[in-house]
Each structure stands twice: as structure tokens, then as C-alpha cells.
Nanobody
Framework: QVQLVESGGGLVQAGGSLRLSCAAS????????MGWFRQAPGKEREFVGA????????YFGDSVKGRFTISRDNANNTLYVQMNSLKPEDTAVYYC??????????????????WGKGTLVTVSS
């Protein structure tokens, strides 16, 4: 059974930093892209960022570019997102996701195959 389990969410003040982790299990994610999405109350799900298997390509949503970075530890099947200079508008449930179809050819418009249950990030002003 494939599982993506997010951790690291919580309450942080504006301007602060937080690092989320996603532990993946149940199958190999070799050669595939993994990423993060978020959904704020009353809003649609938004693409945050993604990283290819090798780490050679990263993609970011416009609202987080320059503030968030993504990395992955393939040996331990773990995905990370480092969030800096957090703003109240970054408040959302953050979801880890994995693609198992497109490999390094994945694009944000393709969507993802597997999803975690999410972790809540709250940024206070």
C-alpha cells in the first residue's frame, strides 16, 4: 500500500521558516517526480513545487518562487520543502504528492498519482 505521510506543519509567525517532510513508502518512486501542493480554506488546490528524481529540475508556483526550496532524499524515500519568509497567505494544508507516470518529463499540468493526507501550516501576522 502506497503511503505519503507529511510532517512538520504547525504555527509560525510571518517572516519565519518551516520545513515540511514527506515520508513515502509502499513502492519505489525511482525515476519519478514528487512535489507539494497546498489548499487554503475556501480556495482551490494550488501547486507549490516539485522536483524530479535526480533533483536536476525543480518547479515552483509563482507565489512561492524565491522563498521555498524543494529537495529529496531518495535513499530514504523522503521529500522536503523548506519554506522561508512565510506570509499569512501561505496558511494552508500542504499535501505531498508523487507521479509514477511521466518520469523526468513531468510537468505541473500533468497532475500527480498519489497523495498524502496533508499537514496544516498556519502563518500568523
Amino acid at each position: 500500500q502506497v503511503q505519503l505521510v507529511e510532517s512538520g506543519g504547525g504555527l509560525v509567525q510571518a517572516g519565519g521558516s518551516l520545513r515540511l517532510s514527506c515520508a513515502a513508502s509502499g513502492r519505489s518512486f525511482c525515476c519519478h517526480t514528487m512535489g507539494w501542493f497546498r489548499q487554503a480554506p475556501g480556495k482551490e488546490r494550488e501547486f507549490v513545487g516539485a522536483i524530479t528524481w535526480s533533483g536536476g529540475h525543480t518547479y515552483f508556483g509563482d507565489s512561492v518562487k524565491g522563498r521555498f526550496t524543494i529537495s529529496r532524499d531518495n535513499a530514504n524515500n523522503t521529500l522536503y520543502v523548506q519554506m522561508n519568509s512565510l506570509k499569512p497567505e501561505d496558511t494552508a494544508v500542504y499535501y505531498c504528492a508523487a507521479d509514477v507516470t511521466y518520469g523526468s518529463s513531468w510537468l505541473p499540468s500533468y497532475g500527480m498519482t498519489y497523495w498524502g493526507k496533508g499537514t496544516l501550516v498556519t502563518v500568523s501576522s
